[in-house]
Each structure stands twice: as C-alpha cells, then as structure tokens.
C-alpha cells in the first residue's frame, strides 16, 4: 500500500509540473528562474512528502511551497542584482501562424502589465484568475485573510485592466 502511495504521489507531482512552472513563471517573471523555482520547489515537496495530508489538494500545498521558496530566494538576493529581461523578440521564429503569433504577443502584452503589478496583486492575480483557485484556497496559499486577498485581487485586477486598457 506504501508503494501505491508513493507512485500516486509522484505521478500527481508530476501531472502538476505545467501549472507550477506557469505559477514559477508569474512569480518571477524569467523562463529559467521559474524553471528553477519549480526545481526547488518539487525537491521540497519530495523530501517533505511525509507532510502531505493525503485526501487534500496537492496544488494548494504545492503553490505554498513554491511561494515560500520564492519568498527564500528573493531573500537571498539582493535588490541591485535583480534583473528583468523581456524575451527575445523571434522567439517562434518559423510559426507564420496569424492566430498564434496575436495570441503569443497578447500573451506577451498581458505578462508585461502583470509584472508591472507589485508582487502582492501579482500572486493573488496568478493564483486565483490564471490557476483557477477558490479565493479560500488562495488565501491559505498566501496565509493572508480572505478580505485581504479580496481587496490585493480587485486592486490588482484593476491596475491590469488600466495597465491593458493604456496599451491598447
């Protein structure tokens, strides 16, 4: 029975991995930071795989974990050192692609107002309108009260609509 819960364990980790990168992604705004984060974050998961309440949400447990991480990381460096670098433009280089290259710069478009918001809005933004989380399972991640992720999302949802509405 140990081994069945240990395969299902890791085989629910690993269905999570897209989601959590995308999370990684909004909280540090960079392709191999995010790559990074998650990497740190799974470790995590796995070596404290005995903490996990079996029966409960993986994703919550796991966007907590990678929150905290994050939290450890920028912690740990400085504010100088901090970079933030737009992607490469041609990126899709041989995707002629109409639709997908509007989707892609929309895509674009929407990720550079969401790095604009203070990092506060921004999680409660990603968790609950890009991940899908109930505002009572966003608020645990965050370990905030629900009023405050309440008040962090409509302020943050509303500098992004501003933020998009200018670019336009």
Known sequence: MEKEAKLSFESDLTALLPRLRRFARSLTHDAADADDLTQVAVERALVARASFAAGT???SWMY???RNAWIDTSRARTRAAQTFVAEEAGAAIGDDGDRAMEARAELDR???AMATLPDEQREAVALVLVE???YKEAAAVLDIPMGTLT???VRG???LMERLGKAA
């Open 110 to 112: 929407v990720g550079r």
């Open 57 to 59: 949400r993986m994703d």
């Open 151 to 153: 008040s962090r999302l």
């Open 64 to 66: 907590r974990i990678m």
């Open 157 to 159: 949802r509303a500098a």
């Open 132 to 134: 899908g989380l109930a």
